[in-house]
């Protein structure tokens, strides 16, 4: 009796122990970058990807800019965070730009690289640089357009009650708007919203 | 971390006479846990005593990523770190310290069945440390302080967001901190949303016996939204001279972040009953006033200054006090258990196993005063207005001296704000 009793304790640990070191073991899997992945409630890269697809298609399509033949060109004048969370909000303008240049629709101006062009102006016009390769000054294009906005958040907690669960909801709104800067006219805007609700347990170990 | 030592010498004391196995087999489960429980706070020990010593870069490197911690104590090192790289003027590796303790705060968001458990048959030092809630929302003010001095806008205004909702969480013992609210509404400022900033300035005016050091900021911003009876009422509490500084418009502002004094620590109140109950609660001693006077001067000039001041002994201490009802019941609860077990121990074992047992609970029994340690006892937020050219000296008169600080570098351009932060010691 007693050595089953003892044989059977032997075999359960070999057995819980190897489930241990099972679930313990590393892994790792590549993600399509269509994957909607969501741990939590909280902004996540599916998100910016819907963000970016749903603004660029009616930007392209239905703004009065979109049958401009002369491809305006526009200044990212970046998007305000107004969330409670730390998101880097160029990552979302980046990709707006990245798709509107690919459509060949409109023309960017970098102003990321300002502050490098004029190093680079500055140097050409310094004395090294032979007179017959260097740029012209006063050649750079003005922006015609500013495309600007802002991400909001609104988030709601479920009330106290009993429960192992609690439930948190969050509302997530960019808006987009193009602005023309000669006449300070809002000429297009449109936005996008996500909404999405995460449980997460009370009590673990 | 001091009573832990103490403790342990004890115990050896207690096991030096004793030949039996069992009781030795206890002796060594105790020496193990009170031992581990020391190491782990041996690097932070270190590196308060380095900071409170003027050598703050020892201090850091004490709390260096090399060195192991355990998962116990690694909010207070994140806080602790966070708090001297600030010090230090490091402000993106303290951004990056905070953002890693606010992370682990809301990874903190449930109970581990486990980990209380231990806690009910232990103490509260085997626990994760959560911080108390005035900690947690001082996390949150010290990553405003380093975002505002980096100028990013939207990042301070999402601390603002975070430090918000712990106010609204624990609204009464936090109803003190002046000085996170007062950032919570220059953040807002910032960018923009003037409303959001009215609306907490008006609330920083409700709760401060005197609304003097806010009124200018409710006028100036009453008057842009068209709240024509309240900006009449806040007047009144504006000086003429400041008046005149609020209609210029090409006045730029010196915002300065003064921490003052040492922070308070938590020590251990005992209760002891027979036959060997013990009962160990944590409180806050204060180790300074953190009173101080601050002095703004250009070129010996002294500037008019609106400042606006948080006593962190006393939003401590109503911290502690707000969770008081669940430390003693936490508290009763395993008194509880300790003396179920030891009764059941000495039904079936010899007498000296049970003695041993009790001793040992006994002794084990140690209010959890883990706290955030580098923390001033006062934290100040002066609002100057500073000509364009300016050569400011800011002069401290405290129990500790008089410190006389230039600013070196200050830089203003019209309609501008510049932040700095300061800190002394004493």
């Known amino acids: 009796m007693m050595k089953s009793l003892l044989r059977s304790t032997f075999f359960l640990t070999l057995i819980l122990t190897f489930c241990l070191m099972m679930s313990c073991t590393a892994t790792t899997r590549t993600i399509s970058p269509d994957e909607a992945l969501h741990y939590d409630e909280s902004y996540g890269f599916a998100d910016k990807k819907v963000i970016v697809d749903k603004l660029v298609e009616p930007l392209l399509a239905e703004s009065p800019l979109s049958h401009a033949t002369d491809r305006p060109i526009i200044i990212v004048y970046g998007i305000a965070n107004r969330t409670s969370e730390h998101i880097d909000t160029s990552g979302i303008t980046d990709d707006i730009r990245e798709e509107l240049i690919k459509a060949g629709k409109f023309r960017f101006i970098n102003e990321t690289q300002r502050e490098n062009i004029a190093k680079e102006v500055s140097y050409q016009y310094g004395g090294p640089v032979s007179p017959g390769t260097r740029i012209q000054r006063a050649r750079q294009a003005g922006a015609q357009y500013i495309l600007s906005g802002t991400l909001r958040s609104i988030e709601k907690k479920e009330p106290k009650q009993v429960r192992f669960k609690k439930k948190d909801y969050k509302y997530y709104k960019l808006s987009l708007e193009l602005t023309d800067i000669q006449s300070s006219l809002i000429e297009w805007a449109d936005s996008v919203e996500i909404i999405r609700e995460a449980s997460k347990p009370f009590i673990g170990w | ?426």
């Open chain 2, 1 to 426: 971390m001091s009573c832990i030592s103490h403790n342990r010498n004890r115990i050896r004391t207690v096991s030096a006479g004793s030949e039996h196995p069992v009781s030795f087999l206890y002796f060594i489960v105790v020496w193990a846990f009170l031992f581990f429980a020391g190491c782990a706070a041996g690097p932070l020990r270190d590196a308060r005593n380095a900071f409170y010593s003027n050598r703050p870069l020892d201090a850091v490197s004490a709390l260096s990523d090399a060195k192991p911690f355990s998962r116990q104590d690694s909010l207070l090192v994140s806080m602790e770190k966070g708090l001297i790289l600030h010090h230090l003027g490091r402000y993106e590796e303290s951004v990056r310290e905070f953002l890693k303790a606010s992370k682990q705060m809301a990874l903190q968001d449930i109970i581990r069945v486990g980990e209380q458990t231990l806690s009910l048959v232990t103490t509260d030092w085997v626990t994760e440390y959560k911080g108390e809630y005035s900690e947690q929302l001082w996390v949150h003010t010290y990553l405003m302080m380093n975002f505002l001095i980096l100028r990013k806008h939207d990042s301070a205004l999402v601390e603002a967001k975070k430090a918000l909702k712990v106010l609204e969480k624990h609204p009464k013992p936090l109803s003190g901190d002046y000085f996170t609210r007062s950032l919570i509404a220059l953040c807002y400022e910032n960018v923009g949303d003037i409303n959001d900033a009215y609306i907490e300035y008006r609330k920083l005016a409700k709760l401060m016996r005197d609304p003097s050091p806010v009124a200018s900021p409710l006028y100036r911003l009453g008057m842009r939204l068209g709240f024509s009876d309240e900006v009449r009422q806040y007047k009144k509490f504006i000086p003429k001279s400041t008046l005149s500084l609020l209609a210029d418009r090409s006045s730029a502002e010196l915002i300065l972040f003064v921490g003052l004094g040492t922070g308070p620590v938590k020590v251990s109140d005992n209760i002891v009953a027979p036959p060997s109950i013990r009962l160990s609660f944590p409180s806050y001693s204060e180790r300074s006033t953190g009173s101080a006077e601050v002095t703004v001067l250009d070129s010996s000039r002294r500037l008019p200054a609106s400042v606006i001041t948080t006593d962190m002994n006393a939003v401590a201490r109503s911290s502690l006090k707000d969770r008081a009802g669940k430390i003693i019941a936490k508290e009763t609860a395993r008194a509880a258990i300790k003396e179920a077990m030891t009764r059941a121990v000495e039904r079936k074992n010899d007498e000296i196993v049970g003695i041993l047992l009790r001793a040992a609970l006994f002794l084990m029994e140690e209010a959890d005063t883990r706290c955030w340690q580098t923390l001033p006892a006062s934290l100040k937020l002066l609002r100057v207005p500073v000509s364009r050219a300016c050569n400011i000296k800011v002069v401290i008169r405290s129990p500790g001296g008089v410190d006389e600080i230039t600013l070196p570098d200050l830089k203003v351009y019209p309609g501008q704000r510049v932040y700095r932060s300061l800190r002394v010691n004493y």
